[in-house]
């Protein structure tokens, strides 16, 4: 397989397997293995032999998102971004963050996962061996009258699926800058926020008769067993037991 000089960055992450896998105009020993990560800035070319089944995730990322990040979040012109290639590296917090973005998209958590892929890429610009940024200080968090936005459009669409992006442009930010700038005014990030606001909208609604799994859809939960995870996790109960109690 050949890469040549795609638009975008790639980041990939072996997920499983990966020793039938070797980059042909790299080091002759450099293989695949669980955990290890790439990456390949825009422009770049490689050519790769594969000869084994093995697992793993791509992140694309368009150069202009990348360079909007770089800039907002370093307050650094952003033509000033430069992107390392890598080939088969240990970087074991990108590869936990991608890791957390492939799990959420499986289980339907959008939200998460796009939090978890902007968290990916800052990890990237400020690990030492890429970059070693040291990201500017975040004061005050969003204006007054974004929060009132961005939380009345939560409680409005919490039974439908809610995107960073579609948050972030309220206050027209990038996806991590209105994440960062979310958690300084509230505490926590906004899939947190979002999990909690589900979770008490189902108590209110499990003090009738609605079957659960009408409830958890209501509730933007992908499906009945996704609601009970969560709201045991937010009351340390299952919604059936938090039924019986009422």
């Known amino acids: 397989m050949s890469y040549e000089r795609p638009d975008g960055h790639t980041f990939s992450l072996y997920l499983s397997g990966g020793a039938g896998t070797r980059r042909l105009d790299g080091g002759p020993d450099a293989r ?5 990560l790439c990456i390949m800035p825009q422009g770049h070319s490689s050519e790769w032999e594969i000869t084994d089944f093995f697992e793993f995730v791509h992140l694309y990322v368009p150069d202009d ?12 012109d952003a033509r000033l971004m430069a992107l390392a290639e890598v080939t088969f590296a240990d ?9 957390q973005m492939t799990e959420a998209m499986l289980a339907g958590g959008h939200l998460l996962a796009e ?16 970059g070693g940024m040291r990201a500017r200080a975040i004061s005050g ?5 974004v929060r009132r936005r961005t939380l009345d459009y939560i409680e409005a669409h919490l039974g439908e699926t809610i ?20 958690r300084a005014s509230f505490g926590v990030s906004p899939h947190g926020w979002v999990a909690h606001r589900r979770v008490e909208r189902a108590k209110s609604m499990l ?3 609605e079957p659960i799994a009408q409830i958890a859809s209501a509730c933007g939960f992908s499906s009945q067993s996704h609601m009970t995870r969560a709201f ?5 109960v299952t919604p059936s037991a938090y039924r019986q109690r009422q």
């Not at 045991?232 to 340390?236: A, H, I, L, V, Y």
């Open 232 to 236: 045991k996790s937010g009351s340390g």
């Open 115 to 130: 939090e978890a892929m902007t968290q990916a890429i800052h990890d990237l610009f400020v690990d030492p061996r890429y």
């Open 65 to 76: 998102q990348m360079r909007r990040m770089f800039a907002e979040t370093f307050d650094r």
């Open 32 to 36: 695949g293995r669980p955990g290890v």
């Open 207 to 209: 003090s009738g008769r």
């Open 91 to 99: 970087a074991p917090a990108l590869a936990r963050r991608l890791r």
């Open 163 to 182: 995107r960073l992006q579609d948050l972030a442009d309220i206050g027209q930010l990038s996806a991590f800058h209105f994440q960062r700038m979310f």
């Open 141 to 145: 968090g969003l204006a007054p009258h």
